[in-house]
């Protein structure tokens, strides 16, 4: 298996290894110990390539270990004392041998689909590190990840397309963690978020008790005058029913421009409808 080093390999990294081996069942803060990291000290045992440690190798969350290129965990008690270093490299191995789908042909891929967070078909256009689909979000949408809430994290993004015309914005883009979600973190179908959660907003959405705000001013910096006009028009008509007139004001200019036959004279009005948007999400905030 081309994840595990050879023996000799291997003995030459057993002085970082003996530091965890020591420590008998591992806990949440045997992570480190000193400056050396457990996720390293596994991956290079494993096999890995230590200088892609964001889109390779091992990764722990709270107690479980999981792979970090796909996010799929390997086990869920991997830091509760229950097991030792030596514990985990056999599961590791094991799991590896098991989940043939980490070569890149089987892995999760472009044209797959799911459902993203706001219930609409998404496809997978990208996969990548942070860095990698940051850059072309912000050459699809003309926005950077940080206008969407989105926070920098190792390991690797979905970039998806939206092609569900009537759940959602059609061409729409987003980006979502690898690790966060793969349908065995949630138990559910690819991309799909927890059934529990509160109320999403979606374009023409009325006011109600659980209106989703955030949601809605999100979902606006995602426009563009390329958005079908239709959706344009719901996210427009749901702003104004719970009282957003002048944040959403441009939007509404810019309708008039595109319905008018000119996406090109939309432009400027789209911009300045983003800018209104990111002041009242940060005088909210």
């Known amino acids: 298996m081309k994840y595990i080093k050879d023996f000799e390999s291997i003995n030459e990294n057993k002085r970082n290894a003996k530091r965890f ?15 050396v990291s457990l996720s390293k000290t596994l991956a290079d045992e494993l096999g890995f390539d230590l200088k892609k440690e964001f ?14 290129a796909s996010g799929k965990t390997i086990i869920d008690t991997a830091l509760s004392g229950e097991h030792t270093y030596d514990d985990l490299v056999k599961l590791a191995k094991e799991w590896y041998k098991k989940n043939e789908s980490m070569n890149e042909a089987k892995k999760l891929g472009l044209g797959e689909k799911g ?10 256009i990208a996969i990548g590190n942070y860095n990698k689909i940051a850059k072309m979000l912000k050459k699809e949408t003309g926005n950077d990840p940080e206008d969407y809430g989105y926070e920098k994290a190792p390991g690797n993004y979905y970039l998806t397309k939206n092609i569900e015309a009537t759940e959602g914005n ?69 702003a104004t029913d719970v009282n957003y007139h002048t944040p959403f004001a441009n939007l509404g200019i810019a309708i008039d421009w595109i319905e008018d036959g000119d996406k090109e004279g939309a432009k400027d009005y789209i911009k300045n409808f983003h800018e209104d948007i990111k002041k009242e999400i940060k005088n909210q905030s």
């Open 115 to 124: 459902v993203d967070y706001n219930d609409n078909v998404v496809e997978i």
């Open 55 to 68: 889109t390779e190798g091992i990764g722990f969350d709270n107690i479980s270990m999981y792979d970090t």
């Open 21 to 35: 081996k020591n420590k008998g069942g591992l806990m949440r803060n045997d992570q480190f110990s000193g400056n």
């Open 170 to 238: 059609v061409g729409d883009v987003a980006m979502y963690p690898v690790k966060y979600d793969m349908a065995n973190y949630w138990g559910l179908d690819p991309l799909k978020e927890s059934l529990n959660e509160a109320k999403k907003f979606k374009p023409g959405d009325k006011w109600s008790s659980d209106f989703d705000y955030d949601g809605m001013l999100k979902y606006a910096l995602k426009v563009n005058e390329k958005t079908p006009i239709k959706m344009l028009n719901k996210l427009f008509d749901s």
